[in-house]
């Protein structure tokens, strides 16, 4: 087998009498997994391993370290960024047959899984038991996978992030050694805090192998909305109002008129082709009720038109449905194009412009681009359709997403919300962070010396060991 990295032959060789036929170099595995659904190259490993285990993550570790082997964890390959792609070879780790609910704690209202257990099977589980894990990027991903990429999505404005609803981790570092971050207490000022150090990590210092996540009951009642206005100002400055009101809003997104057209095409719909606000209370039927009111009447305050309600929970999920087939939609308005998805956030106050500048930058650069926000926190994402053969199409590509991180950071905001860097945003982090780059590669250099974990992610060049 030709090899992409000349340390693969010997770890693969060693792995081979631990794992069977969990460790494969079949071509279609490697291709299958080197994968992604964005526009970056595919990057296969030399091999894929299936590890079940806790020890066997660490065998594994403890073998390509040995050999000077990069790994690269990979979960659902749902990543934007490449963050799962074996860019320089070496061993595929997927999560996938790590897959269990390892304890479900009601009356503490915590879960024990692995990483390779997804959002939605965690919640499927929890539904007899009254309570959610309410994370919701949209894509099906591991849990593994959205604390590694510090992932959040529709309802953080209410629930937080996978960083606000992590309690503790299990890691196996670089070279083979597990540790325990954090515990099943709510609140801790015991040492330095390793499980938020993990989370966000990309799996460059560490791979995640458990981990006890913050459990919420699930609403009494809920009650969704959709309303339009005549510009993304007047929608931001609702939001903007809604927030500083106090209203307990638990979703909250911008769709602008681009992402309209893109789900009318989609679906055969005629919804007006107008920026629109999806919005959702979670609570008492009596406290949504009075929640919905008070909205309706500060959204009209915003010149809000078409407001319509429901509380039924079968056409609440029918909007958050259509709210997450965004991607497909978008791919609906230039077909025979790939769909790059980038985001950024900024404060809140300085959302209408970020939004406007980035609407007036896709005309300025005739780019076909949508864009959908989780408004409540400030970060928005741009859907773009474009042709990777193109070359000049590419370069106009790349100026848009250029100039929309330099204004996010110039608004005083970041280059990603929850996308995270991966590769694709590498390029970034100096700009973004400045000196503190240097420290994360203190870091990187102390838990992984010989720089094996997911080489070539979120660090720019330098000395990594």
């Not at 959002?119 to 009254?130: C, F, I, K, M």
């Not at 070279?175 to 150090?197: E, P, Q, V, W």
């Not at 681009?258 to 719909?269: P, V």
């Not at 330099?406 to 694709?424: D, K, P, S």
Request: hydrophobic share 45%; with cysteine; glycine share 10%.
């Amino acid at each position: 087998m030709q090899t992409i990295h000349p340390a693969a032959p010997a770890a693969i060789a060693a792995l081979a009498p631990l794992l069977g036929d969990r460790l494969t170099t079949a071509r279609a595995a490697r291709e299958q997994h080197g994968a992604n659904e964005a526009h970056h190259p595919a990057a296969p490993p030399d091999a894929v391993a299936f590890p079940e285990t806790t020890q066997e993550v660490a065998e594994i570790l403890r073998a390509a370290h040995a050999h000077g082997c990069p790994v690269t964890a990979i979960g659902a390959a749902s990543s934007l960024e490449g963050h799962h792609l074996a860019i320089e070879g070496g061993i595929g780790l997927s999560l996938a047959r790590m897959d269990r609910i390892l304890a479900v704690h009601a009356e503490d209202m915590d879960a024990v899984v692995q990483p390779g257990v997804t959002r939605r099977r965690l919640n499927e589980e929890l539904r007899a038991t009254g309570l959610m894990f309410p994370v919701d990027p949209g894509a099906d991903a591991s849990l593994g996978g959205m604390a590694a990429t510090r992932a959040s999505g529709t309802t953080a404005v209410r629930y937080g992030t996978m960083r606000d609803n992590v309690l503790a981790l299990e890691v196996v570092l670089a070279d083979g050694r597990i540790i325990r971050t954090g515990s099943r207490a709510r609140k801790s000022s015991a040492g330095l805090d390793l499980t938020r150090l993990m989370i966000g990590s990309e799996g460059t210092l560490g791979i995640i192998t458990e981990m006890t996540l913050k459990l919420h009951g699930q609403p009494e009642a809920v009650s969704a909305a959709t309303c339009r206005f005549g510009s993304v100002a007047d929608a931001v400055d609702c939001v903007i109002a809604t927030i500083q009101s106090g209203l307990a809003v638990a979703r909250i997104e911008l769709l602008d008129e681009m992402m309209l057209r893109g789900f009318n095409a989609y679906q055969n719909s005629d919804l007006p082709e107008a920026p629109h606000l999806f919005v959702e209370f979670h609570g008492s039927p009596a406290g949504v009720g009075e929640q919905a009111q008070a909205f309706g009447d500060l959204a009209g305050e915003f010149g809000a038109m078409g407001v319509r309600w429901t509380d039924r929970a079968e056409e609440c999920r029918e909007l958050w449905h259509m709210r997450h087939q965004a991607h497909y939609a978008t791919g609906a308005l230039d077909p025979g194009k790939r769909t790059l998805a980038t985001d950024v956030c900024v404060p809140i106050s300085r959302l209408a412009e970020a939004v406007t500048h980035a609407q007036a930058l896709a005309r300025e650069l005739s780019l076909t681009s949508t864009i959908v926000g989780h408004v409540g926190d400030g970060n928005f994402h741009c859907g773009l359709r474009v042709d990777p053969g193109d070359a000049e199409e590419m370069a106009r590509l790349h100026r848009f997403t250029d100039a929309l991180a330099e204004n996010a950071l110039r608004l005083g905001g970041t280059v990603t919300g929850e996308h995270g860097i991966g590769f694709g945003k590498i390029g970034y982090m100096a700009a973004e962070h400045g000196e503190a780059v240097a420290v994360m590669r203190t870091l990187k250099s102390a838990l992984d010396p010989k720089g094996i974990l997911n080489p070539g992610k979120m660090l720019p060049p330098g000395d990594e060991g």
